[in-house]
């Protein structure tokens, strides 16, 4: 598996399924974008508006950045839940309909391994970054996880590192860019709304949801197709060591 084999089966798949994936991204994200604009909104608390209380003001700041850190992450485990049961479905021959996977997510446990895995990143990144970029790596398969092998959220995240590991800079070189370039057009899609609607709730609720249905599928396709690869390269080895030992 390499990063740049990744890249290319995500652009071909995005290609190919763009308006599967954008027509999901829609169902998705334009409630989770609200979601987002309002906590966007909550974060901005300064301790100029409580000079009496710094402390209480220290406390709402560092909630109001746990709570940003979760938002920006909020949808995409989920997201690539749907997408690991599409794309599995499809290598058997057929293509699920949306209702078909409404009605099949594992919904609890995709929205459960979404808020922490969303926190366990938030958290990590205030201890000084590199913790939160290694949970950002090692459990960014447990949504798919979730849907392809019907693990548990504790199982899932633990099997996420299991397989990550070994493979750490290869996922984050997958992963770890298309995060950030998303985030950077997130911020300049917020710049322009924001020029171009007067309410800041409104502005941030297209912006968030506009950029997600756009840039989601990457991610979510590029973690399943990840996930797909290291699961059968693990069942592959198995089965030659199965084969390999002695009767």
């Known amino acids: 598996m390499s990063a740049k084999g990744i890249y290319g089966q995500t652009l071909a798949t995005y290609r190919r399924e763009m ?21 966007d909104r909550a974060g901005e608390i300064h301790a100029s508006h409580l000079s009496d209380i710094l402390d209480l003001a220290t406390v709402a700041l560092v909630i109001g ?7 920006s992450l909020l949808g995409e485990v989920f997201y690539s839940g ?7 479905q499809e290598e058997r021959g057929r293509r699920p309909t ?8 594992s919904y609890g446990r995709l929205i459960a391994v979404d808020i922490l895995y969303g926190l366990g990143v938030a958290v990590g990144l205030l201890l000084l970054v590199v913790p939160g970029v290694m949970a950002f790596t090692w459990f960014a398969l447990a949504g798919p ?4 092998e019907d693990d548990t959220v504790k199982s899932s995240f633990r099997r996420s590192r299991r397989l990550v590991r070994g493979r750490f800079w290869t996922v984050l070189a997958v992963l770890g860019p298309i995060t950030l370039v998303s985030e950077f057009l997130t911020n300049a899609a917020l710049s322009l709304s924001h020029g171009a609607i007067a309410s800041p709730i409104i502005s941030d609720w297209i912006g968030e949801s506009v950029t997600s249905i756009a840039l989601s599928p990457f991610y979510a396709v590029a973690a399943v197709l990840i996930t797909l690869q290291v699961t059968r390269a693990e069942a592959a080895g198995s089965e030659a060591r199965a084969v390999g030992a002695p009767g």
Do not use: D, K, M
């Open 19 to 39: 308006g599967f994936l954008l027509l999901l991204g829609v169902l998705v994200f334009v409630p989770i974008g609200l979601l987002s604009a309002l906590a």
């Open 65 to 71: 950045f746990i709570v940003q850190a979760i938002t």
């Open 82 to 88: 749907a997408v690991a049961l599409t794309l599995s």
């Open 98 to 105: 949306l209702l078909e996977i409404a009605r099949s997510l």
């Open 145 to 148: 996880l979730i849907e392809l």
